[in-house]
């Protein structure tokens, strides 16, 4: 089984920063892509950005220049750098890692930017 664990998210002021970290562990076989999503109530989860094996990333264009999304794959983790936050940022960030093996979820991390 594989586990991912969040880190980083908490509440912010408009134009803040934070850095959510992830950490894969577990039986863990080859990952082909990691990525951070974020869900807020009552819409569907939506792909904020994602970054492959080779550091090809992909991000939403609602976050495009904002928010850079990194990894170490020695580590199995990824990082999202969140700049320049607004209020619709807030809402619950989830990592998630394509392997072979499957597609994992974290539990999620809340992240709040008051206006």
């Known amino acids: 089984q594989v586990r991912l664990v969040e880190s980083g998210g908490g509440l912010v002021q408009a134009g803040g920063s934070l850095r959510l970290s992830c950490v894969a562990s577990g039986r863990i076989f080859s990952i082909n892509s990691m990525g951070w999503y974020r869900q807020a109530p009552g819409k569907q989860r939506e792909l904020v950005a994602a970054?492959?094996?080779?550091?090809?990333?992909n991000y939403a264009d609602s976050v495009q220049g904002r928010f850079t999304i990194s990894r170490d794959n020695a580590k199995n983790s990824v990082y999202l750098q969140m700049n320049s936050l607004k209020p619709e940022d807030t809402t619950v960030y989830y990592c998630t890692l394509h392997g072979v093996s499957g597609t994992y979820w974290g539990q999620g991390t809340q992240v709040t930017v008051s206006s």
């Open positions: 970054i492959n094996r080779g550091g090809g990333t």
